[in-house]
């Protein structure tokens, strides 16, 4: 306390010249008309650049909750325009079996808590399990396309083979000519995959768009996965293998979302049930 009393006895002519700097400033603009004008425009304006620089921080931290609302948005009409597409497609061909032909895909949006780009095998971390509807083998989709198959699942967490492992193999077709193929990654790249078995007297072109073919019980038809870049053949030079450059940028992968309710428990069965009948066969 007595070194407080010393600190204000030392620079008390300092106080006190604040102190009538402070009433002279007071007088001068409750006196004076155009000095409290000029006061009151100059405060206004530091008080209105003060809460622009607040709301712009705010908005800053902000910004990932709305980055995740638009993407949830941006697939929900993904999954619809695809559910149209498909129903065209059954309008063309067949108008007898339009009724119930198209399913309501439900997404779980999720985000990428980890993940890897360089090794054979790499996988995705995300955010939901079990206990949000996640299952093994549900496919995963971004705002740009496919993603990969859910592999494994814990209670709130699952791994996800991406399209960047050896091990994934996902159904795919040429988009305008519907020749379809099997994608295989060749390791080393992130930016790109490969479509094999490609028929060679399909009519395919640098630029043409790959995406899914509807065959496998993950994806739906008409997810996009890449356009096509080099032309090869295969090793056996029987069809061709195709350079896909993927839609998805894996390097900055952090929102995706997981289709729950493709699956077709009927349809599995019967194909496992003749699988089991050709090795009793055998």
Request: hydrophobic residues 35%.
């Amino acid at each position: 306390m007595r070194e407080l009393i010393d600190f204000f006895l030392s620079y008390k002519h300092w106080f006190l010249f604040i102190l009538l700097e402070a009433v002279s400033l007071i007088g001068l603009f409750s006196s004076n008309g155009y000095q409290k004008s000029v006061y009151f425009t100059t405060a206004n304006s530091i008080v209105g650049y003060a809460y622009t620089t607040i709301s712009s921080v705010n908005s800053y931290f902000h910004l990932a909750s709305v980055n995740r609302d638009l993407e949830a948005e941006n697939e929900k009409l993904r999954m619809e325009n695809v559910a149209l597409r498909s129903h065209l497609h059954v309008v063309n061909s067949d108008s007898v079996r339009l009724d119930g032909i198209i399913a309501d895909y439900h997404v779980v949006m999720a985000q990428v808590i980890n993940s890897t780009l360089h090794k054979s095998t790499n996988l995705i971390t995300i955010n939901k399990g079990s206990a949000d509807g996640i299952e093994p083998e549900m496919g995963v989709i971004s705002s740009r396309g496919v993603v990969g198959v859910v592999y494994l699942t814990s209670t709130h967490y699952s791994i996800v083979m991406p399209l960047l492992n050896v091990n994934c193999r996902i159904s795919c077709r040429l988009k305008h000519s519907d020749y379809f193929g099997t994608l295989e990654w060749k390791r080393g790249d992130s930016r790109s995959t490969y479509a094999v078995g490609v028929p060679r007297h399909a009519k395919v072109k640098s630029g043409d768009i790959v995406e899914t073919n509807g065959y496998s019980d993950i994806f739906p038809p008409g997810i996009p996965i890449g356009k096509v870049g080099n032309i090869g053949d295969s090793e056996d030079g029987m069809s061709y293998s195709l350079k896909v450059n993927i839609f998805t940028d894996f390097e900055t992968l952090r929102d995706v979302s997981i289709i729950t309710n493709y699956s077709n428990p009927e349809r599995r069965l019967l194909e496992d049930e003749a699988q089991t009948a050709e090795r009793d066969e055998e």
